[in-house]
Every structure is written in structure tokens, then in C-alpha cells.
T-cell receptor, first 116, second 112 residues
Framework: AQSVTQLGSHVSVSEGALVLLRCNYS??????LFWYVQYPNQGLQLLLK??????LVKGINGFEAEFKKSETSFHLTKPSAHMSDAAEYFC??????????????FGKGTLLTVNP | DTEVTQTPKHLVMGMTNKKSLKCEQH?????MYWYKQKAKKPPELMFV???????INESVPSRFSPECPNSSLLNLHLHALQPEDSALYLC???????????FGEGSRLTVL
């Protein structure tokens, strides 16, 4: 079984401030981890992913995330928020264990607002 | 630009209508998905097709009927829906090795 917990359903930051969105996962096998972004009335867009290898992964739009196995975390960060970053962010997990590879488990999402 | 194309973008239907949602991808992915997303909620998995065969049905009511005519196309047939079925319906596809999903823009369904 696998699950994702996103701490904070709503995060508000000022433009230019650090963005930190928290994600903790639970998985009985080595996980694949993802962050997706969803703008209003649009589909989900992949920001970045961790599969194997380097634990610090860089994604689009200046975002990055670090896989910490000991803390079962995959927090998303961006050094300087931009107004265009305002959106819903979903953390997701799947695992390389045959059939479960087909099922992506999403967290409940974190709404990021950016204040001018 | 998304490489998963969904049509129509918006659909309004009555509870006695029959309509279909369509999804197309040309990335050679062999697994395709339907998700339902209500406002301010994460996507909920409905169906998964793998190599054109239905592999997962998350106990979805029979008023939703999926179809995969070929490896590039996925349809969702709708019949006798309820107002609570109003939602954003998302199609996605994947290469099964990493499991990352590529999503379409979604079809916004309103049931009157």
C-alpha cells in the first residue's frame, strides 16, 4: 500500500519569497515520486520526478525537490516565488512493483497563493 | 503543449442523454487512464487500460463505460448520469516503466 500526505492545504507567500510545499509518503517498496501543478481549469502538468539516482531533482519553472528516504519526504521548493506560480500542487507516489506501477496515488493538494 | 488531447473541452448534458468523451495520444504510450476530479480535490482514478485491455476499474458505476478502440484512443461513454457526476474528467497516458502520467487538459462535464 502507498499513501501521500501533503502538509498544509493552503500556503501563501509573498512574491520573491521562498516556496516550500511539504510532502511525506508511505510505500512498502522503493517509490517513484512526482510533483504535479494544476492551473485553474487545466489538466495536471509534471513539475519533476524522482525515480532512482540523484536525490535532489530539478524540474521546470525553477522548482526542485529532495528525496529523503530516512524522513520519507519529498518536499518541493523554489527560491523565489513568482506570481505565475499561483496554482494547485499535487504530490504523488507510485512504486515499481508490477501492477501497482499503474496506480498513481495523489496527495490532497496544496493551493499556493502568491501575494504581490 | 500537452500531447494528450481531450474533446470536448466542455460538455453540458441532461440526465437522459448519451454522450462521449474522447482522448487521443501519439506518444506510443501503452497505458491510458480516466480520472475524475471534483473541485478542490485530487484526481480520482476511474479506469486504466493497458495494451488496449481494461486492467483496472475502480468500482465505477456502469453509467460510465470506457472503450479503447486502439493504442492511441480512449473513449468514455456517458449515459443516464446524475448531477453529482459533474466534474473535470482527465485522460492520461504513461510509459509503464516510470509511471509518470501525461495528462490532457480535461473535459469539464456539467449534468443538469
Amino acid at each position: 500500500a502507498q499513501s501521500v500526505t501533503q502538509l498544509g492545504s493552503h500556503v501563501s507567500v509573498s512574491e520573491g519569497a521562498l516556496v516550500l510545499l511539504r510532502c511525506n509518503y508511505s510505500s512498502s517498496v522503493p517509490p517513484y515520486l512526482f510533483w504535479y501543478v494544476q492551473y485553474p481549469n487545466q489538466g495536471l502538468q509534471l513539475l519533476l520526478k524522482y525515480t532512482t539516482g540523484a536525490t535532489l531533482v530539478k524540474g521546470i519553472n525553477g522548482f526542485e525537490a529532495e528525496f529523503k528516504k530516512s524522513e520519507t519526504s519529498f518536499h518541493l521548493t523554489k527560491p523565489s516565488a513568482h506570481m505565475s506560480d499561483a496554482a494547485e500542487y499535487f504530490c504523488a507516489v507510485t512504486s515499481n512493483s508490477g501492477g501497482s506501477n499503474y496506480k498513481l496515488t495523489f496527495g490532497k493538494g496544496t493551493l499556493l497563493t502568491v501575494n504581490p | 503543449d500537452t500531447e494528450v488531447t481531450q474533446t470536448p473541452k466542455h460538455l453540458v448534458m441532461g440526465m437522459t442523454n448519451k454522450k462521449s468523451l474522447k482522448c487521443e495520444q501519439h506518444m506510443g504510450h501503452r497505458a491510458m487512464y480516466w480520472y475524475k476530479q471534483k473541485a478542490k480535490k485530487p484526481p480520482e482514478l476511474m479506469f486504466v487500460y493497458s495494451y488496449e485491455k481494461l486492467s483496472i476499474n475502480e468500482s465505477v458505476p456502469s453509467r460510465f463505460s470506457p472503450e479503447c478502440p486502439n493504442s492511441s484512443l480512449l473513449n468514455l461513454h456517458l449515459h443516464a448520469l446524475q448531477p453529482e457526476d459533474s466534474a473535470l474528467y482527465l485522460c492520461a497516458s504513461t510509459q509503464t516503466v516510470t509511471g509518470e502520467l501525461f495528462f490532457g487538459e480535461g473535459s469539464r462535464l456539467t449534468v443538469l
